[in-house]
């Protein structure tokens, strides 16, 4: 069902929801899972908030009697749904056992025209099947992957990394198309126009790797702007602007970012203050070191584009916070003004 153009109430012929609709030139409706998430539902209401003073268009996602105390006096667009997909639940039993979820209902609001685009902090796995199965995949695609920006310092675009989770299992030509979707991404989003690729192996050298990479390697060949392998370590560094590989390697690879990073940000933090002479070295270094600090913060990111479904569907981490959210819905506003989807199905039309 598509919003009217008209401002008011619109009710949901289905399950006797309101929703608001929008006025006809405004901008795209974001769907928000408010019960997603560790720090849901204050934080992700917040972030909603801070989206809605910059005039984008949210609807919030979930419980009425949990988000109403929230929204009081805010004028906020909300749809209720009466369950929760937790953290720690099964992905598929969960998507198919709560069918009045806020993650699955948001996935429907996509689906029939309600919003043109979806944010969830909440449990990755049932994110991404509740996508899957409520807007099915682009024509195409055999299988969907999540791309992850991985910041370089020194350089305005990241290195995008995909899959890092939402294909576990690979087939050669899966890769291909992850290329293709990495590509089409990385010039929509991050006015890259000739983006490399790059295969993550375990060496640089042609040959290195096991039977899925070797495999790949030969159809990514075949790609004008391949590059070749690339190992972890160039993740951080110029060398390739999208890299891909299997979403089990792939989110290995993340973590494992993630996990130094913090590593050497808890470090940097403990030398400060450790002694009197570092602490007013700290003094001097921070205006020089917060930048850096910024870039590398998850939270400024906001979340990872679920690539190959048909719509566009953010998946936020777990610990996402007010900043994370509101990040994570101007992505999400803005793959859908670019008219990702229609790009991606145009990108993965020629087959390998």
Same mark, same amino acid.
């Given at each position: 069902?598509?919003?009217?153009?008209?401002?008011g109430v619109v009710a949901d012929p289905d399950a #006797?929801?309101?929703?608001?609709?929008?006025?006809?030139?405004?901008?795209?409706?974001?769907? &928000?899972?408010?019960?997603?998430?560790?720090?849901?539902?204050?934080?992700?209401?917040?972030?909603?908030?801070?989206?809605?003073?910059?005039?984008?268009?949210? /609807?919030?996602?979930?419980?009425?009697?949990?988000?109403?105390?929230?929204?009081?006096?805010?004028?906020?667009?909300?749809?209720?749904? !009466?369950?929760?997909?937790?953290?720690?639940?099964?992905?598929?039993?969960?998507?198919?056992?709560?069918?009045? %979820?806020?993650?699955?209902?948001?996935?429907?609001?996509?689906?029939?025209?309600?919003?043109?685009?979806?944010?969830?902090?909440? *449990?990755?796995?049932?994110?991404?099947? @509740?996508?899957? /199965?409520?807007?099915?995949?682009? +024509?195409?695609?055999?299988?969907?992957?999540?791309?992850t920006p991985i910041p370089v310092p020194g350089r305005?675009?990241?290195? /995008?990394?995909?899959? &890092?989770?939402?294909?576990?299992?690979?087939?050669?030509?899966?890769?291909?198309?992850?290329?293709?979707?990495?590509?089409?991404?990385?010039? /929509?989003?991050?006015?890259?126009? %000739?983006?490399?690729?790059?295969?993550?192996?375990?060496?640089?050298?042609?040959?290195?790797?096991?039977?899925?990479?070797?495999?790949?390697?030969?159809?990514?060949? +075949?790609?004008?702007?391949?590059?070749?392998?690339?190992?972890?370590?160039?993740?951080?560094?110029?060398?390739?602007?999208?890299?891909?590989?299997?979403?089990?390697?792939?989110?290995?690879?993340?973590?494992?970012?993630?996990?130094?990073?913090?590593?050497?940000?808890?470090?940097?933090?403990?030398?400060? #203050?450790?002694?009197?002479? @570092?602490?007013?070295?700290?003094?001097?270094?921070?205006?020089q070191l917060l930048p850096l600090y910024a870039s590398?913060?998850?939270? *400024?990111?906001?979340?990872?584009?679920?690539? #190959?479904?048909?719509?566009?569907?953010?998946?936020?981490?777990?610990? %996402?916070?007010?900043?994370?959210?509101? !990040?994570?819905?101007?992505?999400?506003?803005?793959?859908?003004? @670019?008219?990702?989807?229609?790009?991606? +199905?145009?990108?993965?039309?020629? @087959?390998?």
């Amino acid at each position: 069902m598509a919003l009217e153009a008209t401002s008011g109430v619109v009710a949901d012929p289905d399950a #006797g929801r309101a929703v608001i609709a929008p006025a006809p030139d405004a901008s795209p409706v974001v769907a &928000v899972d408010a019960m997603g998430g560790d720090r849901a539902p204050n934080e992700v209401v917040a972030g909603a908030l801070m989206a809605v003073e910059e005039g984008i268009q949210v /609807l919030l996602v979930g419980q009425e009697p949990v988000l109403g105390p929230l929204l009081d006096g805010t004028g906020i667009q909300m749809l209720h749904a !009466n369950e929760v997909v937790a953290m720690d639940d099964d992905p598929a039993k969960s998507v198919r056992r709560k069918k009045d %979820s806020s993650l699955v209902r948001c996935a429907e609001a996509v689906r029939d025209g309600r919003a043109a685009a979806m944010v969830s902090a909440g *449990n990755t796995g049932a994110t991404m099947a @509740s996508a899957l /199965l409520r807007m099915g995949r682009i +024509r195409g695609i055999a299988r969907p992957a999540i791309v992850t920006p991985i910041p370089v310092p020194g350089r305005s675009n990241p290195t /995008l990394l995909l899959d &890092v989770g939402a294909t576990v299992d690979c087939a050669p030509e899966w890769l291909v198309q992850f290329a293709r979707m990495g590509c089409e991404y990385a010039r /929509l989003h991050h006015g890259v126009e %000739s983006a490399r690729v790059g295969l993550l192996s375990i060496g640089e050298e042609m040959g290195k790797g096991d039977e899925l990479r070797k495999r790949a390697y030969d159809l990514l060949e +075949r790609l004008p702007n391949f590059v070749g392998n690339v190992e972890g370590c160039d993740l951080t560094h110029e060398r390739a602007d999208v890299v891909v590989t299997d979403g089990f390697t792939g989110n290995v690879a993340l973590k494992s970012l993630e996990g130094g990073m913090k590593a050497l940000v808890g470090a940097l933090f403990e030398a400060f #203050g450790a002694t009197e002479e @570092s602490r007013a070295a700290t003094d001097v270094l921070m205006p020089q070191l917060l930048p850096l600090y910024a870039s590398l913060d998850p939270d *400024n990111t906001g979340g990872a584009l679920l690539l #190959g479904v048909d719509g566009v569907c953010i998946i936020s981490h777990g610990s %996402s916070g007010a900043t994370a959210v509101v !990040n994570a819905v101007r992505v999400a506003r803005d793959m859908v003004e @670019s008219g990702i989807v229609d790009h991606l +199905r145009t990108a993965v039309a020629p @087959s390998i």
